[in-house]
């Protein structure tokens, strides 16, 4: 307990990186937790590249996603703002740096559309008189009071709550004058505003059409300032992540992808579209896995931007179809911003978690500017790792393994499987915390790339579409038998680990092996059938993965869901959900939980309150903390 508790509230997460060219000055989003008030905050810190001075800049709890104007000027930061019991605002303040003052811009009736990140959130024009933002409308409610009507598909979402019939909208607002724009909303979500060089356009994404609850579909918009017009610029995109101008402002470089087999775009591409003719370009067809970046933009004459290979993260130069690596480490690069004479970049390695890196242009030096967690991991050792493959069926399917700091293969240690979300997310060269816990309480975790992972390939990627609980599930079960073979592993406990995708596959398997003797599930979809159309996650994603429509394909939905298999279940298992989890929704849980005990398996169900999908980084600390104490306790129980 005492250690878990160590991991959660000591250590300090950067999740945001914006730079000063004028003042070579960064600011950044500083994440922590206060345990005695069981709270999470964050605020916005700026660090003196001149003087290695750090320093305070705003002093709220909930201070997020600095963006300095390109003058240095004023920072934009969004606020979270209580307006009162039941209705908290993410508003959109700019502070002059000169005098510290701070003007709200959006109204309390606005909160800036951010879930999981807030990438395309704002951005301001180059000569910084202007900031363009992405908001949505809310209505304070009494839910006891009235009722919700319903009248599309995606009316509620993950973390973000009730959307009702409120689309994202775009403004923008000047500083000089005071005043708002709102650019015309067509019917549809729109984000990731992104002034042209010369301030007289507009570029951002929608996913406008009459098939927007039913489909993959968002492309890029150009709203032209002065005659008020918007414009359609492309028909192409099922997904799209970074958008910036080209110098003469005659193209927009675009991170996404065209393929509608993965609506997600895990597996990204950069493309070029010409704005005067609409044509589009595939720059790189390789298709690793390119990360969206929140300043996206050319500095001489090339995209500086940072990809995934196989789990590990690479930087580097993109000129036309020309591409040349600039930095590759054994980690993974959570976000970039290039200018012209320096790249600050956050990088989470195996050896501190999250670095703050400056990239000198000029001499190609590295320099480490913040280690937040220096002196955690000098008193708590990470983890050591090492990389394996077996090849099936044509695929390379990549595991990491991760040995207690004090490892000896004179001893032998139970085995944990950690498996990933998604089916798209992966395992990456980092520090991740449970695989941290798991390795500190005594156990070797083995964590699987299994087809369907992104930065393999899109065509690894789309391998496990229609097929979950197939190939992939062979993929896991080979590997870990592959490493249970080595004699410092006891083959007879070994436990399984998963979250969301994960906790569907940690189901799965133990519907169709007993070779486990322990399965932690965490937030697990179980029944397809039921989870179609209740998952804030879409239909489309379903008929995508799952084997079309789920009207005509009722009995593919139930082959491939955990619960018909719930039958032959004997492994010990506990249920983790929050309850108020929208992606995978807790009835999943609970039909699982109640079929196993009517059938007289040793299981528990444990609902978190007020637990989203992202509950883990985003719940009351007390309540992590909980998660993980049960999670190492059961596998305690069981394995030792």
């Not at 003087?51 to 979270?80: F, R």
């Not at 519907?511 to 397809?528: E, S």
């Not at 179609?532 to 789920?550: A, H, M, N, P, V």
Request: aromatic fraction near 10%.
């Amino acid at each position: 307990m005492e250690l878990i508790k160590k991991y959660i509230s000591d250590l300090k997460n950067i999740s945001w990186i914006s730079y000063d060219e004028n003042s070579d000055a960064v600011y950044y989003q500083e994440n922590s937790v206060e345990i005695n008030s069981n709270k999470r905050k964050s605020k916005i810190f700026k660090i003196d590249l001149q003087t290695n001075i750090n320093s305070e800049v705003t002093d709220g709890d909930n201070d997020s996603t600095p963006k300095i104007s390109p003058d240095g000027k004023n920072l934009a930061y969004i606020k979270k703002n209580k307006i009162s019991d039941n209705l908290n605002l993410n508003s959109l303040i700019i502070k002059d740096l000169s005098n510290g003052k701070e003007t709200q811009i959006t109204s309390n009736n606005q909160t800036i559309a951010t879930a999981y990140d807030s990438t395309g959130a704002f951005n301001w024009n180059n000569d910084s008189s202007h900031i363009a933002y992405t908001y949505r409308n809310i209505e304070e409610r009494d839910n006891d009071s009235e009722p919700y009507v319903v009248n599309r598909i995606r009316y509620r979402q993950d973390v973000v709550g009730w959307l009702g019939d409120e689309l994202n909208k775009i403004s923008i607002y000047c500083l000089s004058h005071k005043d708002v724009t709102s650019i015309p909303n067509t019917g549809g979500d729109d984000t990731h505003p992104v002034f042209s060089n010369d301030g007289k356009n507009l570029a951002f994404i929608s996913d406008q059409g009459d098939t927007r609850d039913t489909h993959w579909r968002e492309d890029i918009h150009v709203y032209e300032i002065e005659s008020l017009e918007r414009k359609r610029i492309t028909t192409y995109f099922n997904g799209i992540g970074s958008i910036t101008w080209s110098n003469d402002d005659n193209s927009l470089f675009i991170i996404g992808t065209s393929d509608n087999k993965e609506g997600d775009g895990r597996n990204s591409s950069l493309f070029k579209v010409d704005i005067n003719n609409d044509s589009v370009s595939n720059l790189n067809t390789d298709e690793f896995a390119y990360n969206p970046q929140p300043n996206l933009k050319i500095v001489n004459d090339n995209l500086r931007v940072s990809y995934t290979d196989k789990g590990v993260s690479k930087i580097v130069d993109i000129n036309g179809k020309n591409k040349s690596i600039v930095y590759e480490n054994n980690s993974k690069i959570l976000q970039l911003y290039d200018s012209i004479y320096k790249t600050i970049f956050i990088e989470n390695n195996r050896d501190n978690q999250e670095v703050i890196k400056v990239l000198n242009k000029q001499n190609n030096e590295i320099q480490d500017i913040l280690i937040p967690n220096l002196k955690f991991y000098i008193e708590y050792t990470p983890s050591n790792m090492n990389k394996f493959s077996i090849n099936r069926t044509g695929f390379d399917i990549e595991s990491r393994v991760y040995y207690p700091s004090d490892f000896s293969d004179n001893n032998v240690y139970p085995l944990i499987v950690d498996i990933h979300g998604g089916p798209h997310g992966r395992f990456e060269d980092q520090i991740a915390i449970n695989q941290e816990i798991f390795t500190k309480n005594g156990y070797i975790v083995i964590a699987v790339n299994p087809r369907g992972s992104s930065s393999y390939g899109s065509d690894f990627g789309k391998a496990v579409l229609n097929d979950w609980g197939g190939e992939d599930y062979h993929d896991i079960i080979e590997s870990v038998n592959n490493l249970a073979k080595e004699k410092y592993i006891d083959s007879s406990k070994i436990g399984l680990y998963g979250y969301s995708y994960g906790g569907f596959m940690s189901s799965w398997i133990i519907g169709h092996t007993n070779q486990f003797k322990a399965a932690v599930i965490g937030a697990p979809c179980i029944n397809l059938n039921s989870m179609s159309g209740t998952s804030d996650i879409g239909i489309k994603f379903g008929e995508e993965q799952w084997g079309g429509l789920r009207y005509d394909n009722v009995e593919k939905y139930q082959f491939n869901s955990p619960l018909t298999y719930a039958k032959n279940v004997t492994t010990p298992s506990i249920i983790l959900v929050g309850d108020r989890d929208y992606r995978c929704p807790i009835e999943q849980a609970e039909q699982y939980f109640v079929t196993l005990k009517r059938m007289g398996n040793d299981v528990q169900l444990v609902r978190y309150p007020g637990g989203n999908h992202g509950m883990l980084s985003g719940s009351a600390p007390n309540l992590v903390i909980d998660y993980w104490t049960r999670a190492i306790n059961f596998f305690d129980k069981n394995l030792k």
